[in-house]
């Protein structure tokens, strides 16, 4: 099974993706997390990275492109797999396309206020990565990781002016991905403002 999540910034992207390869026993890929995990062990990939990624803009096409090429031919994707962020403009979805067929693109729909508000009280584990969310996923401790007890910040990516330019990349670049898939005839769409609950019955009911 090939799927990919795709939707605007905080749509639930990483939730349902994480969920959904623990359902069908696939892999969850990434890039943000790659990159992300790149940057804090500061390899060459890390570095280029870096400030391209704290000032909201994308990572260059053939470096991304080059990046998932080489992932998706690990052994551990024989069985299939969930992408989140790759694709993310015309180029990468034409680029996966030359080299895999890719079965469901799932389109977490949320209008831009619900994405703005999920976004501005998301807080990260800067140890762990764990996501945690001021107003609806609440830390038992103010500012502190439930799982491993690490500092909790807002991600230099997630402050307000590189928000704004993300979301505007999104309706720029990788909105038109809903044309491509839908011409493909391998798009689903999902309403995901709902609660994460019922978004996965969703995502569950378009995958059957
Ligand atoms: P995400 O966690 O998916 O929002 O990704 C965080 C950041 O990583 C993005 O804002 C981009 O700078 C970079 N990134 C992730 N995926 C891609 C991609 N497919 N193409 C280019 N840049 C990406």
Known sequence: MKLLIF????????????????????????????????????TELGK?????????????????????????????????????????????????DSNVQLDTALLLDVPEEVSIKRISSRRTCSACGTIFNTLTLIPKKEGICDACNGQLIQRDDDKEEAVK????????????????????GILKKIDGSKSVEEVFTACLEALS
């Open 7 to 42: 939707g605007p910034q905080a749509s639930g992207k990483g939730t349902m993706a994480s969920r959904l390869a623990k359902k069908f026993n696939i892999i969850h890929i990434s890039t943000g997390d790659i990159f992300r995990e790149n940057i804090k062990n500061q």
């Open 48 to 96: 280029k990275a870096e400030s391209i990624i704290n000032q909201g803009n994308l990572i260059p096409d053939h470096i991304t492109n080059e990046l998932m090429k080489d992932r998706l031919s690990r052994d551990d994707c024989a069985n299939g797999y969930i992408l989140d962020g790759y694709p993310r403009n015309m180029a990468q979805a034409e680029y996966l």
């Open 165 to 184: 330019k993300r979301l505007n990349i999104y309706h720029e670049q990788t909105e038109p991905l809903l044309t491509f898939y839908k011409e493909k």
